[in-house]
């Protein structure tokens, strides 16, 4: 099944294999695991060995992001020794890209042979215990995009029509982080993260609603990634940065600015974090290769 149309002759299948095949030509390396840095997290992959930087436009199809806060550009190196391939920013359905072009660079990870991903996104926190620079690991989501990214004629050759989400957010993967978190001393919280259209942050109503349903956590960001990671069977590893307490939980506004400030002030401990899980999670990938 293909769904090329007249505007854009290339399938989906195709267009990623395209820019796969670009990022190849670009670097020795073969990376197995991806990460994504969000708002006010790009910098952690400034310090990468033997990077590769490829800025976003010159990838063949691969959408471009315009949001303040995030550099666009990919970086293939190594973090811990472990080849990486780093998405530093990502674009988001508020910018006015289709759900599919905002989880396009997932289909280009299948397409390069990556087998985990790892997510990071600034969030809104719904309890009182997730206060601004928290780190809290997503073991669940609610897609309140009102789209999703797989949805039109499947491509049997990304993966199957219907696809389990019940353990989307790897629980063994999870299991390391909480480890790692607790040997570098530093608190991880677990929460269920919501996404939400944005681009405005949401209302005091929206978020009592948001309580009720169960939410800890409030982006605009991240799920559509998950749902196509997880078509294609990529394990996925997801981080919020908690950067304010969600709308009317605080006397304050939510400033973006402040959510970039606060971002920044906690990469530290995020690339502490990510450093010590990052080689467990190759370990993982290694042991289930030889199985
Ligand atoms: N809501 C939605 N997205 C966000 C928030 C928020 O409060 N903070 C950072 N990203």
Request: proline share 5%; glycine share 10%; charged share 20%.
């Amino acid at each position: 099944m293909t769904t090329a149309t007249q505007s854009d002759p290339l399938d989906e299948f195709s267009r990623a294999e395209a820019a796969a095949e670009f990022i190849r030509s670009k670097t020795a390396l073969r990376p197995e695991i991806a990460l994504v840095l969000g708002s006010g997290l790009g910098d952690f992959a400034d310090g990468m060995a033997d990077a590769v930087r490829i800025p976003y436009g010159e990838i063949p199809h691969f959408p471009r992001s315009t949001a303040i806060g995030h550099a666009g550009r990919l970086v293939v190196g190594r973090i811990a020794a472990t080849p990486m391939a780093v998405m530093q920013g990502r674009v988001h359905l508020y910018e006015g890209h289709s759900i599919k072009d905002v989880a396009f660079p997932m289909r280009v990870f299948g397409r390069l042979g990556i087998r985990a991903v790892i997510l990071t996104n600034a969030a809104g926190g719904l309890s009182s215990d997730l206060h601004p620079g928290s780190l809290v690991l997503i073991r669940d989501h609610l897609n309140l995009q009102g789209a999703s990214p797989v949805s039109g004629p499947n491509d049997e050759r990304f993966g199957l029509r219907f696809f389990d989400m019940t353990t989307a957010y790897d629980p063994e993967f999870r299991r390391i982080a909480q480890e790692e978190a607790k040997r570098l001393g530093l608190w991880l919280g677990s929460g269920v993260y919501a996404a939400l259209p944005g681009p405005s942050y949401e209302t005091p109503a929206e978020i009592q609603y948001l309580k009720k349903i169960g939410v800890d956590l409030v982006g605009m960001s991240t799920v559509p990634e998950v749902i196509v990671a997880r078509h294609m069977g990529i394990r996925v590893l997801a981080i919020s940065c908690v950067t304010n307490l969600a709308a009317g939980l605080s006397q304050q506004a939510i400033n973006h600015l402040e959510v970039l400030e606060i971002g920044a002030r906690v990469q530290k401990e995020l690339v502490a974090l990510l450093t010590a899980v990052i080689p467990r999670m190759a370990a993982t990938l290694a042991l289930e290769r030889k199985a």
